[in-house]
């Protein structure tokens, strides 16, 4: 009998180890089902809040659209100069491509630079009054190499 009551004693034990694993469980599911509310109430709250953002964001840009199409044109002039201007760029890209992608040397030719030097005194000495001093920097030095 004795045995029969030691038994049941270890069951009774193991069934209160048994409840109390099973609360700890409950508990820890209702934390995490309160957790994963609080999430998705967060997410509404950010998706509330950039579908506002997104709204303030598409009247601006329409506002914006709605005053430049209503803005005033340059004069006829100007834009010619500029339509012109760009065209020479254009032409021209081929030629300082290598140049500006630092794979060639500058397209301007050495007759093309002494004219200008030529232009600049033939500038400067005329227009003396107008002419501003330049202080020049010192040379670079070369950066030093620490072995």
Known sequence: M???LTHEIKLSKKYEEILKKRTTLLQEMESLHE???????QQAMDSEAAFKRN???????????KRLKTRS??????VSLETRYWA?????IPEW?????????SPVREGEKSQRRTRKKKGSSQDSHHTHTVTSLPPRSSPKTVI
């Open 2 to 4: 004795e045995s029969h």
């Open 35 to 41: 957790q994963h509310k609080n999430k998705k109430q």
């Open 55 to 65: 709204a303030q964001l598409l009247d601006d840009l329409q506002e914006i659209e």
């Open 73 to 78: 044109l340059p004069h006829p002039d100007i």
């Open 88 to 92: 020479s760029v254009e032409e021209k």
């Open 97 to 105: 491509e290598p140049f500006l992608l630092g794979r060639g040397p």
